[in-house]
């Protein structure tokens, strides 16, 4: 094992301890990190560094300004390292693991992000067994994407969504197969991974509200659309409707809200609520309304990777035309060509 790789501690369960407030972050991580893993069988891991962000991170308070931290932190240390982990709070790691391959398009190295759902502080937890896999997967050169190891499975970040907040099994790609599996063997599926390519590092500066989401369900009024849309900053929309990308266009004034937004420059990208599956935009006459306003069908995007999407492309400088060709093109394998 030649291989070289950095793990980079944002935060998250996995550095936490108990308190009577609930888990806190724990004082000497680093520490006990590596007196755990030089305890294992460490002549049987790559060569390792690991670095702590100076403020961590407890994932329900992510902002996309932090995705620009994370990115930052990988390019500059990009030509040292054979590969990458990054431990992550588990409520938003795929909404990381989606903005990061959005923003390190073209890689030609492992980005693997992890986290735990039970601290390493914990006798009984699952988080050496998570890092450790994910500093072996980092070490693969067959691996060149974002991807979330967790639980033995080997996901690509922008097809997974966090589908248990309570079982080891915490990570799913529900529309798309793993790319591996770990058990007695590493099994990887070399025709599903994405090929090397060339860097194009994209790290642009947010506008936390640029973006925006709105569900629908039954009986929505328009005042909700309006409320959601009554920003001037805000430039994409990402609209989860029903199975195949339908609204109830029967709620003319909900439509019209829509619509204004759509003349006014707001790009709206219609997903499915449904965890498998994708939009057909036009399969039925109340999707078709969607296609007479100017929507931009997601095909099978997850929400985390519509969200990412919408906004790294946007943050990047994309707009009108250049910003609805982008969105309906599979940049890094986040979702199925029609």
């Known amino acids: 094992m030649n291989k070289r790789i950095l793990i980079i501690y944002t935060g998250g369960t996995i550095g936490m301890m108990p308190s009577d407030d609930g888990y806190v972050p724990m004082p000497g991580f680093h520490d006990q990190l590596m007196n755990q893993l030089d305890s294992r069988a460490s002549d049987q891991l790559p060569a390792y560094e690991l670095i702590e962000f100076d403020q961590l991170i407890d994932s329900a308070n992510l902002t996309p300004a932090h995705w620009l931290q994370m990115a930052q932190a990988l390019t500059a240390r990009w030509n040292d390292y054979d590969g990458f982990v990054l431990l992550h ?3 938003t790691l795929a909404y990381t693991a989606s903005a990061l391959s959005f923003m390190l398009r073209g890689i030609n190295k492992p980005v693997i992000l992890t986290g735990s759902q039970i601290p390493l502080a914990q006798l009984r937890n699952d988080a050496l067994d998570n890092l450790v896999t994910a500093m072996l997967l980092a070490a693969n050169p067959a691996i060149s994407e974002v991807c979330i190891c967790f639980n033995g499975r080997l996901l690509r970040g922008n097809r997974s969504v966090k589908v248990s907040s309570s079982g080891f099994d915490a990570f799913d790609s529900p529309s798309f197969p793993w790319l591996g599996r770990v058990g007695i063997e590493f099994e990887l599926q ?3 991974l994405l090929a090397p390519g060339t860097p ?12 925006s989401l709105l569900q629908l369900y039954p009986g929505i009024p328009a005042r909700v659309a309006e409320a959601v849309l ?7 929309l990402v609209l989860q409707t029903y199975g195949a990308g339908n609204p109830p266009d029967a709620n003319r004034e909900l439509m019209a809200v829509l619509e204004r937004a759509r003349a006014r420059g707001i790009t709206l990208l219609n997903i499915t609520q449904c965890a498998m599956g994708g939009v057909s935009q036009g399969t039925y006459a109340t999707g ?6 100017g929507a931009i069908s997601g095909r099978d995007l997850t929400l985390e990777a519509a969200f990412a999407k ?13 910003l609805e060709r982008a969105l309906q093109e599979p940049l890094c394998g986040e979702c199925t060509v029609a």
């Open 230 to 236: 009554d920003c001037d900053a805000l430039k994409g």
């Open 190 to 192: 070399p025709s599903l």
């Open 200 to 211: 194009d590092f994209r790290t642009p500066s947010f506008d936390p509200q640029a973006v």
């Open 310 to 322: 919408l906004h790294v492309l946007i943050a990047s400088g994309l707009g009108g035309d250049a």
């Open 89 to 91: 709070g588990t409520d």
């Open 288 to 293: 078709a309304a969607l296609n007479r306003i």
